[in-house]
């Protein structure tokens, strides 16, 4: 069975510009949620999605936001890049999302704003 | 608030010896908790859950047990090769949420 794909891998952007992440769930995994990873505040949540309902959100401004296809397939943007936003963005699905369920991790994307 | 606390010291221990790792939270009532590894570079790779009503859970090398009066979960890892050094992170969903609250974690590095 194939794991989480995340593209593109590596991203490098200028202040101001968007950007959209692409993320594969496992087949038959109909929930994918998000997480930003930095050195300084570890992992954090940022949005989940299941059946393409947008069921919980982290503490992150509007610019960032994100989308689940019917596929389950999910994106995410953020819009106008701040230095800050230069992080590993993380997806992971799981069959349901519930407390229960193992979560799997993509590989993620790598972005560096400039 | 509420807060999810590992040890962000690194932790380093010895070939053989057992290594035990911290995870406390409060404000929190979780009815599950998770460990997951993280290998630099990499996505997090799940390990293991313990659900609130179960003191110990166990899996080849793993224990984790789970104390909800205390609010902390402990990670252990018995018989400690060099191959188990990595980054390991707790993680709780909030009751009634979809969203997983991970702690900072903590890097073990097991020395050969």
């Known amino acids: 069975k194939a794991g989480v794909t995340q593209t593109p891998r590596y991203l490098i952007k200028t202040r101001g510009q968007q950007v959209t992440l692409s993320c594969s769930p496992i087949s038959g995994h109909r929930s994918v949620s998000w997480y930003q990873q930095t050195p300084g505040q570890g992992l954090q949540f940022l949005f989940e999605?299941?059946?393409?309902?947008?069921?919980n959100k982290g503490n992150f401004p509007g610019r960032f936001s994100g989308r689940q296809f019917s596929n389950s397939r999910s994106e995410m943007n953020v819009s106008t890049l701040e230095l800050g936003d230069s992080a590993l963005y993380l997806c992971?699905?799981?069959?349901?999302?519930?407390?229960?369920?193992?979560?799997?991790f993509g590989p993620g994307t790598r972005l560096t704003v400039l | 608030s509420q807060k999810i606390e590992q040890n962000s010291e690194a932790l380093n221990i010895q070939e053989g010896k057992t290594a035990t790792l911290t995870c406390n939270y409060t404000n929190y009532s979780p009815a599950y908790l998770q460990w997951y590894r993280q290998d630099p570079g990499r996505g997090p790779v799940f390990l293991l859950l313990i659900r609130e009503n179960e003191k110990e859970k166990r899996k080849e090398r793993l224990k984790v047990t789970f104390d909800t009066t205390l609010k902390q979960s402990l990670f252990h890892i018995t018989a400690s090769q060099p191959a188990d050094s990595a980054t390991y992170l707790c993680a709780l969903n909030p009751t009634g949420t979809y969203k997983y609250i991970f702690g900072t974690g903590t890097r073990l590095k097991v020395l050969a």
């Open positions: 999605y299941f059946s393409e309902t947008q069921r």
């Open positions: 992971a699905s799981s069959l349901t999302g519930d407390a229960y369920n193992e979560q799997f």
